[in-house]
């Protein structure tokens, strides 16, 4: 008995033994199962490739537009700003450039989800690949605004913005990206030009309401200016002051001793401030030149750039998917194992049928 359980074990031990070299003699056996089904394999992936919807993208890197970009944007709005400066005294340097504010409202509108929406609800490339069917077209949509991929600048890693399309072919990849860029600076200018024109017109009413201001001071001071020296003209008519008795100039005399000027004296005075009229000082000729050239209103061309390329989009030179070499390989791989599987049971079936 004691042989017989021994017998047992050493069978068993054998049977659970790897036989490397039993091994590669099968799988060479089974070369051809192998070697078939990996280029079946490959094939299938190849033709499958060509039936998988291609992607292609294109890149576009942008930074501050020049002031030649943003034409008389540049000029009315420094405009506004050297206004601001003269009348509430702020440090023109303490203020984002001209430049950087505009470029700050085209990234706002460049990753914005509506832009990407309305950019492909108006884009012939969406309108050629509708269904007609309500659900369909959301999803297609869908898809195509999350191909618009915008890459904010971090400082570090990444130096610039920067902004990819996703298309079927690198053609319209290339177009689309370069009509989606523009399409977000027309909406980025549009905005601009809008909060320019809302400034203009608070600046101008702030502006006629100094003026009106200013004149309102000036005519109250030339009144009471003017009845001063009526008065004081009737009391040295009635007490008969034909000549000054003071050497106090008339500027520094207080109104109850005018009538010490004399009579002569205070009837010149009389008639040049009728002449006369009001006197304004120079800050209100200076505003009334500043509302003259308010009232003409901002006079901007159609359309500015917002933006500068550092990457111009071009069509790409590589497909991003499928990509057929490596599906290949990646199937051929699976095809290889699975002969291997088939040799492997062919020789265990062939052993169970000895």
């Given at each position: ?221 030339f009144l009471r200016e003017t009845n001063n020296t009526q008065q004081a003209l009737k009391i040295a008519q009635q007490q008969n002051i034909n000549k ?111």
């Amino acid at each position: 008995m004691t042989s017989e359980t021994n017998d047992k074990k050493c069978e068993a031990s054998i049977d659970n033994e790897l036989d490397i070299r039993g091994l590669c003699c099968t799988l060479w056996r089974g070369k051809f199962w192998i070697v078939g089904l990996g280029l079946l394999f490959a094939l299938i992936a190849l033709g499958s490739s060509y039936l998988m919807k291609q992607e292609w993208s294109s890149t576009a890197i942008t930074d501050r537009p020049t002031v030649n970009n943003l034409a008389s944007y540049f000029s009315q709005a420094q405009f506004l700003r050297n206004l601001d400066v003269r009348n509430t005294s702020v440090p023109l340097g303490e203020q984002p450039s001209i430049s950087e504010d505009a470029y700050n409202e085209f990234i706002m509108q460049l990753g914005a989800y509506d832009t990407r929406r309305d950019f492909w609800l108006s884009s012939p490339y969406y309108q050629k690949r509708k269904e007609g069917d309500v659900h369909s077209d959301a999803v297609l949509l869908d898809d195509l605004i999350n191909d618009v991929q915008f890459t904010a600048r971090d400082g570090l890693k990444i130096p610039n913005d920067s902004v990819k399309l996703t298309a079927e072919n690198s053609a319209e990849a290339n177009k689309l990206l370069r009509e989606y860029v523009n399409f977000a600076s027309k909406r980025a200018a549009q905005h601009l030009y809008d909060e320019l024109q809302g400034a203009w017109a608070a600046r101008t009413q702030s502006m006629k309401a100094q003026v009106k201001r200013q004149e309102a001071v000036a005519q109250s001071i030339f009144l009471r200016e003017t009845n001063n020296t009526q008065q004081a003209l009737k009391i040295a008519q009635q007490q008969n002051i034909n000549k000054s008795l003071t050497d106090t100039p008339a500027e520094q005399l207080p109104s109850s001793d005018m009538f010490l000027l004399g009579a002569p004296m205070l009837q010149a005075r009389l008639e040049l401030l009728q002449a006369s009229g009001p006197n304004f000082d120079l800050d209100y000729d200076q505003n009334r030149a500043m509302l003259s050239t308010l009232n003409v209103g901002p006079t901007l061309t159609a359309h500015f750039q917002t933006y500068r390329y550092l990457r111009t989009p071009e069509e790409p030179v590589k497909r991003d998917s499928p990509r057929r070499a490596f599906l290949m390989i990646m199937w051929g791989v699976v095809g290889g194992l699975t002969g291997a599987g088939v040799a492997l049971v062919r020789r265990r079936s062939a052993k169970a049928n000895k």
